[in-house]
């Protein structure tokens, strides 16, 4: 099997050039350039003819999308492999993506091993001649790969700073966090969208909502675990006396998910 020319496209030069170094010698996968932009990743496509091309969606001048869109296939031997690798986490991001013609969906941050296995898979199935090509399939692979990393972080996060999951709270919160990560401008319609939303997928009120997720913060905060909350941020957020507002927390957290590609 002959070496999988990839092209990495990131506007942060730290991660291209990290993501590049892992690959050298390796056996089955050669990086042939790095791309800063959306713009520079269109000209290194149809100059270069990569196999692959692990790109993200968020940089400057033109993005992800607009790659997808924009190369010039018929300049090319053949369709590269399009790996988005992105911090983006919403299910319609990955709906756009997949849709746009990308062939899988990775959330940062990306192992080299990972994305190695799907490179390997994607472009022998994209090359094999009895492929057939399923983007309704893949997409719901992508979220559901997506979905179950968020609830992993989640988790991880509730149970540092002391929210035990056999409360109810535990389980609207996280339900809260999503619900904002998928559509932000529900946290400034928390009584009128966010909590009925909740209660209507848990049938239950949306005054019980509310009160399970402030009982979720409470116990946080009753447990001393406010350093741990501190450190999850990275700065100093809160004090003992300064416990956050059920959206404040909410809005924080779900920020944070989409930061780090937890989406």
């Known amino acids: ?4 020319r990839l092209l990495i496209v990131d506007d942060e030069k730290e991660c291209s050039q990290a ?3 892992s690959f050298e010698g390796d056996p089955d996968v050669e990086v042939i350039a790095t791309a800063k932009d959306g ?3 269109i000209a290194k496509i149809e100059t270069l003819s990569p196999d692959a091309v692990a790109l993200d969606i968020v940089m400057p001048n033109l993005d992800g999308y607009g790659v997808l869109a924009n190369v010039d296939f018929s300049k090319l031997r053949k369709r590269p492999v399009f790996i988005i690798t992105s911090g983006l986490t919403g299910d319609a991001f990955i709906r756009k993506a997949i849709g746009a013609g990308a062939d899988y969906y990775m959330l940062k941050p990306v192992s080299p091993q990972a994305l190695k296995e799907r490179l390997i898979e994607c472009t022998r199935v994209k090359y094999s001649p009895v492929a057939v090509k399923d983007d309704e399939s893949q997409m719901r692979q992508a979220i559901r790969r997506s979905r ?14 002391g929210i ?3 409360i109810k709270g535990y389980q609207f919160l996280r339900e809260a966090i999503k619900m904002t990560i998928d559509r932000p401008e529900v946290i400034n319609s928390i009584t009128k969208k966010l909590y009925p939303g909740i209660a209507e997928n848990f049938n239950t009120s949306p005054s019980k ?17 406010i350093e741990n ?6 700065i100093k957020i809160y004090s003992a006396n300064d416990k956050p507002t059920n959206g404040e927390f909410i809005a924080l957290l779900a920020d944070k998910m989409i930061m780090e590609g937890a989406v």
């Open 164 to 166: 035990p999951a056999h």
């Open 148 to 161: 179950h990393t968020l609830d992993e972080k989640l988790a991880n996060i509730f149970i540092s700073v």
């Open 229 to 234: 909350i501190n450190q999850i941020f990275g």
């Open 209 to 225: 909502v509310e009160r399970a997720i402030r009982h979720a913060i409470e116990v946080a905060w009753n447990r001393g675990k």
């Open 19 to 21: 993501l590049a170094e």
């Open 39 to 41: 713009l520079d990743a």
């Open 1 to 4: 099997m002959q070496k999988i």
